[in-house]
Every structure is written in structure tokens, then in C-alpha cells.
């Protein structure tokens, strides 16, 4: 009785497709609830403060838009921004690769101590570590004095910045890369050994391209965090326009100038890029969970 | 049989071993490399913090830690992470409980959208709330007209504190919710209890401690965040000072020992947040296990 009724209402499908619900049917309560707080809370805090930091940026008018964010000095801040993002990105990809190897296939004195410690750079504040490593770089700095022998000035160079984002950066590719080294079959390993390939072969055509796509995605995820980084790098760099000064900080300097326009159009330059490198990584992650069956 | 099969296992394995592990002189420079690269950028930053602080003797140490810009410092700090916790957990639950357990069109980009917040930059955290709240800014004239002070006022500092760890309950509570799946849910509804009693007492006891887990993670990012925070605070002493700001502070006036002081605080805060994460992941695990173990005894 009820499926005659139900199907009596229905528009007849050649007029119009059946429409499909937002939202499928659910015996649980609260979707309505949770969804509108989530959505209310979101938008306050996040959505609405961000168009509005794209809307400032167009009150400036094209010609001068391009001016601010072609600007020498800016061009130059992208340049170290991205060159040392890119540097601090791939030295934790090599030694990311080798950390979490040696987490997971060894065993040694202190392992577990030095697995939790790995997760540090989450947890300690940019300032304590922008501090921290400008005095271990300067000249006279316990690591810093050792390549000043060789003339080499880390500190207040772009060398400090890119030490600075291969701290921040550290976790990524270890935490992306151990489960899934963890999780591999040995019978594979085994299979290409008793084929006959020497260990190295096997690591570089069994085992890398099984890592391939959480190794791209820590690399990927170390790479955003060190675009958008300032505490730890504000400390280090020296913030010599031209030479060491990153955008955020020169977004920093137009605030402290009252050019708000120009900080929010720089700042949008920051958040589009921001917005395809999550969405990268996010089909990143896509493929790697498929990769792995997970 | 037992006997052959053994020694033929054994055999094998022994073999296996050697092809499909790495020679001893190639582990031993693994694990050197692994080991002087961790020391280098985690072990020393850590060292250096506290013998620096300490340069001077544990009396400079413990005025810089308890002088009146530093105390208030402290309190500040304490505030800002006490009111982004709980607000963001409330969030975390919400959004969790309408992505895990319902099926909705849009589901993906939500899930996208709430990580915008780890890969913006924190200054542009800072800037956001500048433009809406700033004496120049959108709301800035109404809010002079009514004399509300929300930039250069805690309430910004509040603010940028909440956004930059916004997703951090959320990001721990998904993928666990919806491994988890909803028939315990569905079958308390079914049996009749209310939404809020199924919540208590089937919800939230599965979750706790991903969801503590998300606020300690919240908790360590609300009170060492500097990029945000020093664009709205305006950086006044004894009123508008996080740690970290005051960190800053002290480090430019060059009193390093002060400076590294205030840091070991929040260092030891770092220390202390590690060791709990490690603990409720063992926990976590175990738990794990004796349900895998109680599931597959039935």
C-alpha cells in the first residue's frame, strides 16, 4: 500500500529525472544539527575571513595588482620561498626515505625514543626553533663554526632559511612513508631475490616504485608547510630584502606599513597557490591509497 | 613431518635473510646517517634551548620565567589555548559526525576544505582577521564607533589562535569515525535511546582517545603559534604578549639567556606533549589488538 502511494507521488520520469537527495536517508539523528554547526563555525572562522582577504586584494585595479605582485622585491622573496621550500623539501625526501627505513626494517638502541622524537617538529613552537637553530648556526655556533671554517655563512643566509624548512618540514615524509614501508609484502622481495636481483635492484624496482606515491606525498606536504612558514624562519634568515626576505615577511612589512591592499594581494598570490598544492596532495593521497589497497 | 617441515622452514628463512635484507656494513651506515641526520635538526635545537637558558645560571633562569611580562605572558597563552580547544573540538565532533556517518553530495571538498587552514600560511591567518577587524578594515569603523578593540586586543589573539588549529581535532576524528562505520549507532537508535544518550554512550567512548589525541595535538599548536598571533597582537608587553611573542621580544633586546628561558618552557611543553601522544598511541593500539583478538575468538 505504502510502495503504491510512494510510487502515485513520484513524478513520471519522462517529464523530469528523479532527483536525486542531497543527503541519504539515515535512521541516525543530528545530521542536520552537526552539518549546520560545522558549516556556521567554519565559515566564521575560516571561509568568509578569506574571501574577504581576496576581495581586499581587487580593490586594487589590475595594473596596479600585477605592479605589487611583480614588484623586484617580491619576485625575489618567491624566488628564496620556493627555491628553499623546494632544497629543505628534498633533502627530507632523501633523508626521510632513510629515517623511516631505518625505523621500520632495523632494530637498535633507542628506537622507540627516537620514533616518538621524530614527530618534534610538530609539536615544539616555530620560535623556540627559529631561536634554537640561529644559535647553533651562527658563526661561532656549534654547528655553524664548523662551516664557517670553510667560509660558508649559514645563518642570515639562504642557507639558514632552508635549514630552518628542513626542520619544519622533517615529519612529513617519515610519517607519510613508514606505514606504508610497514605494510609491505616480504613474499615480493623474496619473489625478486630468488629471481636473481641483487639488493639494490630490488630496492630500486620492487620496493621504490611501491613508495612512490607516499613518498611524493610527503614531499609534497613538507613543501606546503615550508612555503607558509615564518616563526622559524624570521630568526635565521636575517630578513635582508632581496637577499633573504620571504614573502610571508615581506607580507608582514606591508602591514607594518598600513598597505593593507598590497599585503592582501600578495597574500592571495600565497593562498592560491595554498589551495592547488592541497588539492595536489590530496590526489596524491588518492593514488597512493589505491596503490596500496587501503 | 613436524621435524622436516621446521628445519626446511628454518632453512629457509635463514636464506630468505640474506637476499632480502641488506648486509651488515650497509645497515650499520643507514642507520649512522638516520641517526647524525636526527641529531643534527632535532636532538641539538633541543639541547641548545635549555643550555642556553641555563648560560647564565638557574637565577637569571628563573627571574626571566617569573618576571611580571613573563607571567603575563604565561596567562595569555593559557587563555588563548583554553578557549581554541574547546571550540574546536566542539567543531572537530560536528564535522566529524556529519562526514563519517552520513552519505551527502559535496562530501570530498568539505574534507578538503578543512585542511585550507594547515596549508595557509600564518601570517595570512594574521592578515584575514586584520582586514575584517583592523582599524581600516571592513567592520573596523563600527567597531571604533562602539569602542570594541578586537585587533591588538586578546579577542584577535583568541581569533588567529583558532584558526590556525581548526582542523586538528576534525583530522584525527574522520577517518576514524568512518572506519568505524555506524551500526553500533544505528542499532542504539533502533533499541530506542535518545541521539544524545547514543552519543555518551556509544559515540564518544569509541573515540576518546583520537579525540584526546586531536586536543593535545590543538593544545601545543594554540600555545606555541608566533606567525598568526604577532600580525594581530601589536606585540604590547603585559597586554597583548603570548610565550612565544614574548620570546621574540626578549630575543631581539639580545637577552638570549631570558630569551632561551621563556623557550625552554615552551620546549619542555613539546617534550611533554610527545610523550603523551606516545602513550595514547600505544594505548590506542593496544586496544586495537585485544578487539582484534576478542572478535576473532568469537
Known sequence: MSELASTALEPAPSFSKPKKP?????????????????????????FIPLAGLVLKSLELSWPE??????????????????????????????????????????DFFGKRVIDALVDLPFALPTAVAGIALTALYTTKGWVGQ?????????????????????????????????????????????????????????????????????????????????????????????????????????????????????????????????FVLLLLINLLQHWSHKRTGG | MAGAVSSLNSRKTGAAHAATSEATWVRVVLISVALTFLALFLLLPLVIVFTEAFAKGAQVYFAAITEPAAAHAIKLTLIAAAIAVPCNVIFGLAAAWAIAKFDFRGKQFVITLIDLPFAVSPVIAGLIYMLLFGRQGFFGPWLGDHDIQIMFAVPGIVLATVFIT??????????????????????????????WKMFWRVTLPSVKWALLYGMILCNARAMGEFGAV???????????????????????????????????????????????KSLLEWKAAREHELAVRAASAQ
Do not use: C
Open chain 1, 146 to 274: 664548523w662551516f664557517w671554517l670553510a667560509d660558508i655563512k649559514v645563518a642570515y643566509t639562504w642557507l639558514g632559511v632552508t635549514v630552518a624548512l628542513t626542520f619544519i618540514g622533517l615529519p612529513f615524509v617519515v610519517r607519510t612513508v613508514q606505514p606504508v614501508l610497514a605494510d609491505l609484502e616480504a613474499e615480493v622481495e623474496e619473489a625478486a631475490a630468488s629471481l636473481g636481483a641483487s639488493r639494490w635492484q630490488t630496492f630500486r624496482r620492487v620496493l621504490l616504485p611501491a613508495l612512490l606515491p607516499s613518498l611524493l606525498t610527503g614531499f609534497a606536504l613538507a613543501f606546503a608547510r615550508a612555503i607558509g612558514e615564518y616563526g622559524s624562519v624570521v630568526f635565521i634568515s636575517g630578513n635582508m630584502p632581496y637577499k633573504t626576505e620571504i614573502t610571508p615577511l615581506l607580507i608582514m612589512t606591508k602591514l607594518e606599513q598600513f598597505d593593507y591592499a598590497g599585503a592582501a594581494a600578495l597574500g592571495t598570490v600565497m593562498l592560491i597557490f595554498s
Open chain 2, 230 to 276: 604577532s600580525v594581530v597582537s601589536g606585540k604590547i608587553r603585559e597586554q597583548t604578549n603570548t610565550l612565544p611573542l614574548h620570546i621574540e621580544i626578549l630575543y631581539n633586546e639580545y637577552q638570549f639567556a631570558a630569551a632561551f628561558a621563556v623557550a625552554s618552557l615552551l620546549a619542555l611543553l613539546a617534550l611533554v606533549t610527545l610523550v603523551l
Open chain 1, 65 to 106: 595588482l600585477w605592479a605589487v605582485v611583480s614588484n623586484p622585491r617580491a619576485v625575489a622573496s618567491y624566488q628564496l620561498t620556493f627555491g628553499a621550500s623546494l632544497a629543505a623539501a628534498g633533502i627530507n625526501l632523501v633523508f626521510g626515505l632513510i629515517v623511516a627505513w631505518v625505523l621500520v626494517r632495523y
Open chain 2, 166 to 195: 581548526f582542523p586538528f581535532v576534525a583530522r584525527e576524528l574522520i577517518p576514524l569515525m568512518q572506519e568505524q562505520g555506524k551500526e553500533q549507532e544505528e542499532a542504539a537508535i533502533t533499541l530506542g535511546a535518545s541521539g
Open chain 1, 22 to 46: 542531497w543527503v541519504k536517508k539515515s535512521v541516525l539523528p543530528g545530521f542536520g544539527l552537526s552539518i549546520g554547526l560545522a558549516a556556521l563555525y567554519a565559515s566564521l572562522i575560516v
